[in-house]
């Protein structure tokens, strides 16, 4: 039998994460020994474990240790991190570390280091002078680039149970469509206020992100969105070139792919109305442009515009026009997504399965994020990730919209 001894330290009881790590060496087919287990006797104490691990074959061994990193196991005998230089740019040797988007450290000459910017599905690049570590995309990576390899020297800190109890809390939510929503959209709108009033008072730099698709426009959640923009309780928006061609659409033309949202129906050549409005847009030059102008008078793009919002529009194959301000290169998008991240402590991701799944996986595990889509997937998805502060509901975006704005304080 192979053998290791790993250690757990933090509230390692209450959030259930001892559990979680005995639970995984188990099913992964290896057996365990708890040598030590200091368990504090108040909430805010902090608990110890001390586990020897064994298995049949080294090879299970290092699957069990892989599984368990997530959940803050860290091997007893500390030891470096491994680099090795990148062979060429945008390649990475073939035993580099995959990151997750919880916080990590490295031990790097017998000291721990952070590495900044949590997200997944990144890799580590070490930087001697000054001496440093961060997670960046593999298309970033330049030749020579030391990149953190195997798993010796690396710890993950899990997400504990938050102290006070709230719709985000550890294991709170699944999605479901039969779940009453109204305490966790007026939780969502509590949220909203403080960061707004932190930032009107403390002139603090916390952000509320969203991320929204076209459905917005099409069921009737303009209004109520453009209310919340223009109260000042969205500070990013993440969407791709349809959300804002109808929006502005439905400003110029009062219909949304054609179909008149006063009415009810679709009109003469209505199909024709978002290719009419993209084609005035980009001869302007740009969306603050049509807004300055005064061609587009109201609705989601002019308050983000007057509200100074930070706007991300990425692109996608099935594009008309696009609009002037759509960043057509996938990774170019990527990369201006996530310089807007740092400061987000609430993202929405309301009726968009692209923008939601690309934002879930820029976003630190510790940012509290609502999914909502009348599609169960979308949510499931973003519960999947691994987040223990993700919350899906499985409702229509205008439904959720109309709420919210109302919870916020708006009459509509």
């Known amino acids: 039998m192979d053998t290791q001894t790993v250690t757990l330290h933090g509230h390692i009881i209450d959030s259930l994460i001892l559990a979680k790590v005995l639970d995984t060496i188990v099913m992964l087919g290896g057996t365990f020994t708890l040598s030590e287990v200091t368990i504090g006797s108040k909430r805010e104490d902090l608990s110890h474990s001390t586990i020897h691990i064994k298995a049949p074959t ?51 000459k017998g000291k721990w280091i952070d590495v900044s910017h949590p997200e997944m599905d990144l890799t580590i690049v070490v930087k001697t002078t000054p001496l440093s570590a961060h997670m960046i995309p593999m298309g970033s990576v330049k030749l020579g680039d030391l990149i953190v390899t195997g798993r010796e020297g690396i710890r993950v800190f899990p997400l504990e149970r938050p102290i006070e109890r709230d719709v985000f809390g550890f294991m709170e939510t699944q999605v479901s469509s039969e779940r009453p929503h109204r305490h966790i959209i007026a939780d969502v709108a509590k949220r909203m206020k403080n960061i707004r009033q932190h930032r009107q008072e403390d002139n603090a730099s916390a952000k509320v992100l969203f991320a929204g698709g076209p459905a917005i426009i099409h069921a ?193």
């Open 58 to 108: 080294i090879e299970l061994l290092q699957d069990i240790l892989t599984a368990i990193q997530p959940h803050g196991a860290v091997v007893q005998a500390e030891q470096d991190c491994m680099v090795t230089p990148s062979p060429a740019d945008g390649i990475l040797p073939e035993n580099f570390y995959a990151t997750s988007h919880l916080a990590t450290q490295i031990r790097w």
């Open 220 to 412: 009737g959640g303009r209004e109520a969105l453009t209310w919340i923009i223009e109260e000042g309780y969205i500070h990013v928006l993440f969407c791709g070139n349809a959300l804002a061609a109808h929006d502005m659409e439905a400003s110029l033309y009062g219909t949304s792919l054609g179909y008149n949202l006063g009415i009810g129906r679709s009109v003469p050549h209505g199909h024709e109305h978002h290719l009419r409005t993209i084609n005035r847009v980009r001869a302007l030059g740009s969306i603050a442009k049509a807004v300055e102008s005064g061609v587009i008078k109201e609705g989601i793009m002019a308050a983000c515009i007057r509200q100074e919002v930070q706007m991300v529009l990425a692109g996608t194959i099935r594009d008309d026009g696009p609009l002037p301000d759509v960043i057509t290169d996938a990774i170019e998008a990527q990369e201006v997504m996530r310089t807007v991240i740092p400061g987000v402590e609430l993202a929405l991701l309301v009726a968009s399965t692209l923008h939601a799944v690309a934002t879930g996986n820029l976003l630190p595990a510790s940012t509290p994020t609502v999914c909502v889509d009348i599609n169960p997937a979308v949510p499931t998805k973003l519960s999947d990730r691994g987040s223990f502060q993700a919350v899906g509901l499985v409702m229509d975006s205008s439904s959720f919209l109309r709420e919210l704005a109302r919870e916020l304080g708006w009459k509509g």
